[in-house]
């Protein structure tokens, strides 16, 4: 965590759709719908103890519409982590992923300090576009953590995460 402001603010990006919002709110709230109702943005706020202090934990669940582009440049500056959500039941969800990590690396100048999650949501269904090992070598050309979930626990949003 990072220093004095205990303030720590992670923002969620992915194309529309790909499920940024249940994921969000499985872990904020411990729930799932199975209605779509499309993000402009939600701001959640958690008190969490982490490392013996007390912090605030901010997370920005954005848009997957590309309306928006300076409330994007915006979170980009402001957040301190980043998780890019896809479906694997959409290469092209992976592919709008690229121009985004493009744009962090380009707002922050280096990410090497700044941690970025890539997560292939809805391994559930059965139509797949994404197989793992295209996550695994995109999380690793983009130093990335191995992709959330792989090692086959349970799923995040309770359906399909990985
Ligand atoms: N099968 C399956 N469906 C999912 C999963 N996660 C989310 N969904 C469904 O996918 C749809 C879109 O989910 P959202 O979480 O609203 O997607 P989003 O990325 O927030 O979309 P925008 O806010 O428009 O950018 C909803 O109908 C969800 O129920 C999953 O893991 N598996
Ligand atoms: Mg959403």
Redesign the pocket.
Known sequence: MRGESNDYRVVVF?A???????LVLRFVKGTF???????IEDTYRQVISCDKSVCTLQITDT??SHQFPAMQRLSISKGHAFILVFSVTSKQSLEELKPIYQQIVQIKGSVESIPIMLVG??C??TQREVESREGEAMAKEWKCPPPAGAGGHGGV?G???R
């Open positions: 992915g529309g759709g790909v499920g940024k919002s249940s719908r199975d209605t779509y109702i499309p993000t848009t997957g949501n809805k559930d269904e949003t359906r399909g995460a």
